[in-house]
């Protein structure tokens, strides 16, 4: 996907505000720490402050020139971490904020976890759960299975059980597991959920010549039951796990 990093800054920035409750599970002595989809970086900039030493990674180049420039003393790296080199045991924390749901093949994703932390390491991550965005998914498949397409959703969103018995598989012991809804105020008054489809479902509208259209309808669909009177409130969903990587097994 193609990132704004400046619009996502300005019109997105409750991605990393609701991330920031995650720092309260890192160590408080020093750490190495590798902050997966860091962003436009200002979570991995928080942890850095936090006396940790940091390395923030992301896909997209737009994110990493944007959080290079705010944050210079930072370490940024751009990169897909799961095909980027990293040694073994190398950290004593891998953090992620709303990002794991964008990555499809979570055995591979899982693997590079476990390899990467240091016996007894720990993973801090949030992400979509089960049933996020259900609302804006189902009155987008709606819209395009009305122009005889169908809509495939991009994004992994797991339940409690299905993700934790996930990472025990890669020898995690689970230490914090929750869903939650998270119902999230979109930013722009009524252009807000049109922002927020246009960034999110970027791929997909930019393979229809109706978009406009499509979101004129959304809209319409979506308005009784996300419209607040003066702001559009996503039907979000989170999972938040705390796992611990075992000493020995």
């Not at 989809?37 to 990493?64: F, N, Y």
């Not at 210079?72 to 751009?78: A, I, K, M, S, T």
């Amino acid at each position: 996907m193609d990132w704004n990093a400046k619009q996502y800054d300005h019109q997105h920035d409750f991605v990393f505000k609701y991330g920031s409750a995650l720092l309260g599970y890192l160590p408080r002595s020093a750490s190495t720490v590798l902050d997966i989809g860091c962003g436009t970086g200002e979570l991995t900039h928080q942890i850095q402050q936090l006396g940790h030493r940091v390395t923030g990674i992301d896909q997209s180049a737009a994110m990493i020139h944007q959080a290079t420039y705010q944050f210079p003393e930072v370490n940024f790296q751009q990169g897909d971490i799961l095909h980027m080199p990293i040694a073994p045991a190398s950290y004593d924390v891998i953090f992620s904020n709303a990002v794991f749901h964008w990555i499809a093949d979570q055995q591979h994703l899982t693997r590079i976890l476990e390899l990467a932390l240091k016996p007894g390491g720990r993973l801090i991550c949030e992400f979509g759960a089960q049933g996020n965005i259900k609302a804006i998914s189902d009155a987008f498949g709606a819209e395009l299975a009305a122009i005889g397409k169908r809509y495939r959703s991009p994004f992994y969103f797991p339940s409690v059980p299905e993700y934790t018995q996930l990472l025990k598989t890669r020898h995690f012991i689970i230490v914090k597991a929750r869903e939650y809804p998270r119902p999230t105020v979109l930013k722009g008054g009524w252009q807000g959920l049109r922002n927020w489809v246009r960034q999110f479902f970027a791929a997909d509208l930019a393979e229809l010549p109706n978009a406009d259209e499509i979101l004129d309808n959304m809209e319409a669909r979506l308005k009784p039951i996300l419209w607040g009177g003066d702001h559009w409130e996503a039907d979000y969903r989170r999972i938040q796990v705390i796992a611990q990587k075992q000493s020995a097994f």
